[in-house]
């Protein structure tokens, strides 16, 4: 399944705090990203070249600061949890066999798989790394906890994508597949905060929920968009909601008119989910509610 998120907060509202020290955070970024062993070397500043948004440093700075949580414990969060993002994206497009990302050459088309699966592993090993260099030792366990449970749910969400038989899924294992894959993305960097504060079970329960929906509504909407490209994801075999709609509803995969009357129910399913976020966004933290009106917003704005 082709997960892409960043490409939509491009326009995203985010309070000061989400930049004010983002700096900070793309020089420890790089400095990470760093090593003194030749070849590695050259393969970390490759990488380098594909330049990002920052989203997740961004949602860990905001939601730090706002929460009034120690400058120092949320920077080095916030580099953690953009390089265990980079380091998920260069596994990603292994497993999707894609030759391109942000315009460049994939790290693996360009070195080779095996490179590639070292280069990520460096960069998690970095972002752990980074954990263990926090002030507040208290911050530092619930820090590595949250980091590794979220790892472990993005690699089952890659094993549950990697394992599918595109001709059998239904829209319950689709969505499943969208949690697992997208949400720890989006959710961690918010989860270490909220953790960090020590917020009631409540607002991170109604936190979980809404990173769920907004992460599969993001892949809906990646989906809803791709069928109206040039090389959709049917002509390539791969994963889209819209295929499976096609399916339920009886009809042929490659007929035009098939795929019209599935786009329309599709664009009700994104609708409804995009609702479904407004829903959840009062459980948690008022302080932080602007930032996630803006992205249900955004997202409306997209269709």
Not at 56 to 77: C, F, Y
Not at 99 to 104: F, P, Q, S, V
Request: hydrophobic letters at 40%.
């Amino acid at each position: 399944m082709k997960i892409i998120i960043s490409s939509h907060f491009d326009e995203f509202f985010m309070p000061p705090e989400a930049t004010a020290d983002l700096h900070l955070v793309k020089k420890e970024i790089q400095k990470a990203l760093q090593d003194k062993k030749t070849i590695l070397n050259e393969w970390l500043k490759f990488q380098n070249q594909s330049k990002g948004k920052f989203i997740r440093a961004q949602l860990a700075l905001a939601s730090g600061e706002l929460l009034n949580l120690p400058k120092d414990t949320v920077i080095k969060w916030s580099v953690a949890c953009e390089l265990i993002h980079t380091a998920s994206l260069i596994h990603d497009d292994i497993c999707d066999q894609d030759e391109k990302r942000r315009g460049l050459t994939t790290i693996w088309k360009k070195y080779g798989v095996p490179a590639a699966i070292c280069l990520g592993d460096f960069i998690i090993a970095q972002a752990f790394q980074k954990l263990s260099e926090i002030e507040t030792g208290w911050h530092q366990t619930i820090l590595l906890n949250s980091l590794s449970l979220s790892m472990k749910r993005i690699i089952v969400g890659q094993v549950s994508d990697v394992g599918v038989d595109i001709k059998k899924i239904s829209m319950k294992d689709y969505e499943q597949i969208a949690y697992e894959k997208t949400g720890p993305l989006l959710m961690t960097p918010l989860d270490g905060m909220f953790r960090c504060k020590e917020l009631p079970e409540s607002e991170l329960n109604g936190l979980n929920k809404l990173m769920n929906s907004i992460g599969l509504a993001y892949q809906m909407i990646n989906d809803y968009k791709n069928i109206k490209s040039k090389k959709t994801d049917i002509s390539l075999n791969h994963l889209n909601f819209i295929s499976i709609l096609i399916k339920e509803n009886n009809q042929k995969i490659n007929d035009k008119y098939s795929i019209k009357l599935s786009l329309t129910d599709a664009h009700e399913r994104i609708i409804k989910k995009l609702n479904e976020i407004d829903r959840y966004i009062h459980q948690v933290p008022i302080i932080l509610q602007p930032i996630f009106i803006s992205i249900a917003n955004q997202m409306k704005e997209t269709l």
